[in-house]
């Protein structure tokens, strides 16, 4: 027993020392056999000046010009193939992580380092299709952005599309005569069993460019429409870039479109400067024309009104080959049937539902609905609907346009577009004010913005516009007539060249007042007039006389807009409809108050009539008292 009590605390601290050095071997393992970081994965298309990338093209992903691009199952270089990389047996993509427990040495990338990816040794652009699930933490561009690198993420496995331009022609440098050059190697032939073309790969055709309208106004929309086709035999991922004299409007991403599916594209944009453009859509090519102002021959003296301006109403709707394909499109892959538009135009019809346009179409079946967001041109109508519901506009030229809401209903082999509470809406181009005689000298900016409730639409019905200074040029005796003007909103008129700041006269053809209800006119002046009008204390009138000379007015509501008002009113009822307008100003005279009547009481002075009466009154109060005591005091005796 004595000697057991003394060895066994020596074993116990040898099993101790032990026991720390297995610790330490362990932990000393651990550090030098570090769990690496896990790579991040890349895969996506490839595209070279528009086409799809041929095969064996070097792909890298550089950071600070080193290539850390790598396949995920270490065949070493990075490749394309079927027009793809980072895909197949032979090209899968990776970007190595950086080794945090080395210093001193680079293997790869961290978390958030740009990368940039090269095709062929030149730069690509990249566009983002999946983002990956392990970039938490990290800004990463959002899905369908167009960027020029991508963050690093550790274990993330990214999907994005490469466009690479074609690289650059090497110039062959001279070879002196005085050197004999060996012969050129004979080629080696390339085995009969790889084919190239039996490679799946998709292949963009685009079809359809169409620009609507043709010749537009200054800042006038302009719409462009093409149609992208996969007549390839895999799926097709890529993109196309609508140019506008070769500056890229809108950069279109298609992703996964199938085999023989086409899908439609519709941009809008709009130029000042009068003059041809070119529009570019791959290899299709279409342009427009922006109209100038017409030449201002030289005046001999100043005239009474502006030049005037004829705008005639067409109910026909030519509709373009281009326009029918990208319609015919659209409702083709919202309805999953196969159609056949064989309409070439429609025309506008009044009914009880309101105005109505019928396309046939071939396959059209009632009961069929037309759902999700649809926007096409077709002719001059441009239409907008989520699910059949949405809003639409006519163009019928010179500022003049017919703006609604708009139903789409399908009936046997035809598509009814129906406008709904339509309006008539006219913006002419404004004239020179200040080329305009009479009126007030600070008037040099007018124009008008005009919407009139529309219950018809007749083919071949026009409107005559002119503008004015001097109320005389189309109103016989104006003093009369705006006199009555301002005394219908309880004001007067003083003189008709100050307070009158222009009139325009919308002569009516082929339409009536009838055709037409409620009219909210706005009319634009100089901030000046207006200013100087407020500080007289006068109120700002818009006065409307109609063809039978029936006079209206009503307060408008004015809004400063930079150098210039704008003032609106609304003219309801009997009072709408299209004549004469007039904007000028009255001073309504502020209401007298009626004077308060004052009671005046009597004097407390010395006797008179009224005080007289008074103290007759009080002696006989005095005596009728006493009296009803008296026969209070008998009634009492007899009844003891």
Same mark, same amino acid.
């Given at each position: 027993?004595?000697?057991?009590?003394?060895?066994?605390?020596?074993? =116990?601290?040898?099993?101790?020392?032990?026991?720390?050095? =297995?610790?330490?071997?362990?932990?000393?393992?651990?550090?030098?056999?570090?769990?690496?970081?896990?790579?991040?994965?890349?895969?996506?298309?490839?595209?070279?000046?528009?086409?799809?990338?041929?095969?064996?093209?070097?792909?890298?992903?550089?950071?600070?010009?080193?290539?850390?691009?790598?396949?995920?199952?270490?065949?070493?270089?990075?490749?394309?193939?079927?027009?793809?990389?980072?895909?197949?047996?032979?090209?899968?993509?990776?970007?190595?992580?950086?080794?945090?427990?080395?210093?001193?040495?680079?293997?790869?990338?961290?978390?958030?380092? /740009?990368?940039? @990816?090269?095709?062929?040794?030149?730069?690509?652009?990249?566009?983002?299709?999946?983002?990956?699930?392990?970039?938490?933490?990290?800004?990463?561009?959002?899905?369908?952005?167009?960027?020029?690198?991508?963050?690093?993420?550790?274990?993330?496995?990214?999907? +994005?599309?490469? /466009?690479?331009?074609?690289?650059?022609?090497?110039?062959?440098?001279?070879?002196?005569?005085?050197?004999?050059?060996?012969?050129?190697?004979?080629?080696?032939?390339?085995?009969?069993?790889?084919?190239? $073309?039996?490679?799946?790969?998709?292949? +963009?055709?685009?079809? *359809?460019?169409?620009?609507?309208?043709?010749?537009?106004?200054?800042?006038?929309?302009?719409?462009?429409?093409?149609?992208?086709?996969?007549?390839?035999?895999?799926?097709?991922?890529?993109?196309?870039?609508?140019?506008?004299?070769?500056?890229?409007?809108?950069?279109?991403?298609?992703?996964?479109?199938?085999?023989?599916? $086409? !899908?439609?594209?519709?941009?809008?944009?709009?130029?000042?400067?009068?003059?041809?453009?070119?529009?570019?859509?791959?290899?299709?090519?279409?342009? @427009?024309?922006?109209?100038?102002?017409?030449?201002?021959?030289?005046?001999?003296?100043?005239?009474? #009104?502006?030049?005037? !301006?004829?705008?005639?109403?067409?109910?026909?709707?030519? #509709?373009?080959?281009? !326009?029918?394909?990208?319609?015919?499109?659209?409702?083709?892959?919202? +309805?999953?049937?196969?159609?056949?538009?064989?309409?070439?135009?429609?025309?506008?019809?009044?009914?009880?539902?309101?105005?109505?346009?019928?396309?046939?179409?071939?396959?059209?079946?009632?009961?069929?609905?037309?759902?999700?967001?649809?926007?096409?041109?077709?002719?001059?109508?441009?239409?907008?609907?989520?699910?059949?519901?949405?809003?639409?506009?006519?163009?019928?030229?010179?500022? +003049?346009?017919?703006?609604?809401?708009?139903?789409?209903?399908?009936?046997?082999?035809?598509?009814?577009?129906?406008?709904?509470?339509?309006?008539?809406?006219?913006?002419?181009?404004?004239?020179?004010?200040?080329?305009?005689?009479?009126?007030?000298?600070?008037?040099?900016?007018?124009?008008?913005?005009?919407?009139?409730?529309?219950?018809?639409?007749?083919?071949? /019905?026009?409107?005559?516009?002119?503008?004015?200074?001097?109320?005389?040029?189309?109103?016989?005796?104006?003093?009369?007539?705006?006199?009555?003007?301002?005394? $219908?909103?309880?004001? #007067?008129?003083?003189?008709?060249?100050?307070?009158?700041?222009?009139?325009?006269?919308?002569?009516? $053809?082929?339409?009536?007042?009838?055709?037409?209800?409620?009219?909210?006119?706005? =009319?634009? #002046?100089?901030?000046?007039?207006?200013?100087?009008?407020?500080? !007289?204390?006068?109120?700002?009138?818009?006065?409307?006389?109609?063809?039978?000379?029936?006079?209206?007015?009503?307060?408008?509501?004015?809004?400063?807009?930079?150098?210039?008002?704008?003032?609106?009113?609304? @003219?309801?009822?009997? /009072?709408? *409809?299209?004549?004469?307008?007039?904007?000028?100003?009255?001073?309504?005279?502020?209401?007298?108050?009626?004077?308060?009547?004052?009671?005046?009481?009597?004097?407390?002075?010395?006797?008179?009539?009224?005080?007289?009466?008074?103290?007759?009154?009080?002696?006989?109060?005095?005596?009728?008292?006493?009296?009803?005591?008296?026969?209070?005091?008998?009634?009492?005796?007899?009844?003891?």
């Amino acid at each position: 027993m004595f000697r057991i009590s003394h060895i066994l605390p020596g074993a =116990m601290v040898l099993a101790g020392l032990a026991l720390l050095g =297995m610790v330490a071997v362990v932990t000393s393992a651990d550090r030098v056999h570090a769990t690496p970081r896990p790579d991040h994965v890349f895969h996506g298309s490839v595209t070279v000046a528009g086409s799809a990338a041929a095969n064996d093209l070097v792909v890298e992903a550089r950071l600070g010009g080193v290539n850390y691009a790598d396949s995920v199952r270490g065949s070493g270089t990075a490749t394309t193939s079927g027009g793809e990389f980072g895909r197949g047996s032979a090209v899968d993509f990776k970007v190595n992580a950086d080794d945090s427990d080395t210093t001193g040495t680079k293997e790869g990338a961290t978390d958030g380092e /740009a990368i940039t @990816f090269f095709v062929n040794g030149q730069q690509a652009t990249i566009t983002v299709v999946e983002t990956g699930t392990a970039c938490a933490g990290i800004s990463v561009p959002d899905v369908g952005a167009i960027v020029s690198t991508f963050p690093f993420c550790s274990g993330s496995a990214s999907r +994005l599309n490469l /466009a690479a331009a074609a690289a650059p022609t090497p110039t062959p440098t001279p070879v002196p005569s005085s050197v004999v050059l060996p012969p050129a190697p004979t080629a080696t032939p390339t085995p009969s069993a790889v084919s190239v $073309s039996t490679l799946p790969v998709g292949v +963009l055709t685009l079809s *359809g460019l169409s620009v609507s309208p043709a010749t537009a106004n200054p800042s006038e929309t302009v719409t462009i429409s093409f149609v992208a086709k996969n007549t390839g035999n895999a799926l097709l991922s890529t993109t196309v870039s609508v140019l506008v004299e070769g500056v890229s409007v809108v950069t279109f991403v298609i992703t996964d479109l199938n085999v023989g599916t $086409s !899908q439609p594209f519709t941009v809008t944009t709009s130029k000042v400067e009068p003059g041809t453009y070119l529009v570019q859509v791959g290899d299709l090519s279409a342009s @427009f024309t922006v109209a100038g102002p017409s030449p201002t021959p030289t005046p001999t003296g100043l005239p009474t #009104v502006s030049e005037k !301006q004829t705008l005639t109403v067409t109910t026909t709707v030519e #509709v373009t080959v281009g !326009q029918r394909q990208v319609l015919d499109a659209a409702l083709e892959a919202g +309805l999953g049937v196969a159609l056949d538009i064989t309409s070439t135009n429609m025309v506008v019809s009044t009914t009880d539902e309101g105005l109505v346009l019928t396309l046939a179409i071939e396959g059209l079946q009632a009961g069929q609905e037309v759902r999700g967001r649809l926007y096409v041109t077709l002719g001059n109508l441009t239409i907008e609907t989520v699910d059949g519901q949405g809003t639409a506009v006519l163009d019928l030229g010179g500022g +003049l346009t017919v703006t609604a809401e708009v139903g789409l209903e399908i009936v046997d082999g035809q598509l009814k577009i129906v406008l709904l509470k339509p309006q008539l809406r006219l913006v002419p181009p404004p004239p020179d004010a200040t080329a305009l005689s009479g009126g007030n000298a600070t008037v040099t900016e007018i124009g008008v913005v005009l919407s009139v409730a529309l219950t018809n639409l007749p083919d071949g /019905a026009s409107l005559e516009v002119a503008f004015a200074k001097d109320p005389a040029v189309f109103v016989d005796d104006p003093v009369t007539m705006f006199q009555l003007a301002a005394a $219908s909103v309880g004001g #007067v008129i003083g003189d008709l060249d100050e307070d009158l700041a222009f009139l325009i006269n919308i002569t009516k $053809s082929g339409i009536t007042n009838d055709d037409l209800g409620d009219t909210t006119m706005t =009319m634009e #002046v100089s901030a000046a007039w207006r200013d100087a009008r407020i500080a !007289q204390g006068k109120v700002i009138v818009i006065a409307k006389i109609d063809d039978a000379g029936n006079v209206f007015s009503e307060e408008a509501t004015c809004t400063v807009v930079n150098s210039s008002v704008s003032c609106s009113v609304k @003219f309801t009822g009997a /009072a709408g *409809g299209l004549s004469v307008f007039a904007l000028m100003s009255v001073v309504v005279p502020t209401p007298t108050p009626t004077p308060t009547p004052t009671v005046v009481p009597p004097p407390t002075g010395g006797p008179t009539y009224f005080g007289a009466l008074a103290w007759i009154a009080v002696v006989l109060g005095v005596l009728l008292a006493g009296f009803g005591a008296l026969l209070l005091q008998v009634g009492r005796k007899r009844l003891v």
